[in-house]
């Protein structure tokens, strides 16, 4: 089993600045890669980003790129989103994920998630 924690979220006004945190801890050498997605008010679960966990491959949604980093720190067993330029449409709540064999923007595929993390975008 892994499990996951994020911290880091937050208020801030737009064109802001959040990072957030994801802490693996239990069998995290069976990760293969992580994953950040989000879930705004009244709409499902989207993909945000993912990095493969040993190797730093990453990707990101259209609507991000260019203004969220992922990134990790393996001795640490944590990742990392950096939001930059931050608008009120990035309003969600923020889930990491880990999964055992892809890096993929496919939610299916991830087997652990965290608790999530508020973050609140104002105009």
């Known amino acids: 089993q892994v499990q996951l924690g994020e911290s880091g979220g937050g208020f801030v006004q737009a064109g802001g600045s959040l990072r957030l945190s994801c802490t693996a801890s239990?069998?995290?050498?069976?990760?293969?890669?992580m994953g950040w997605f989000r879930q705004a008010p009244g709409k499902g679960r989207e993909f945000v980003a993912a990095?493969?966990?040993?190797?730093?491959?990453?990707y990101y949604a259209d609507s991000v790129q260019g203004r969220f980093t992922i990134s990790r720190d393996n001795a640490k067993n944590t990742v990392y989103l950096q939001m930059n330029s931050l608008k009120p449409e990035d309003t969600a709540v923020y889930y990491c994920?880990?999964?055992?064999?892809?890096?993929?923007?496919?939610?299916?595929?991830?087997?652990?998630w965290g608790q999530g993390t508020q973050v609140t975008v104002s105009s």
């Open positions: 994920a880990a999964d055992h064999s892809l890096v993929t923007p496919a939610q299916a595929r991830y087997d652990y």
């Open positions: 990095i493969r966990w040993r190797g730093g491959s990453t």
């Open positions: 239990g069998r995290t050498f069976s990760i293969y890669a």
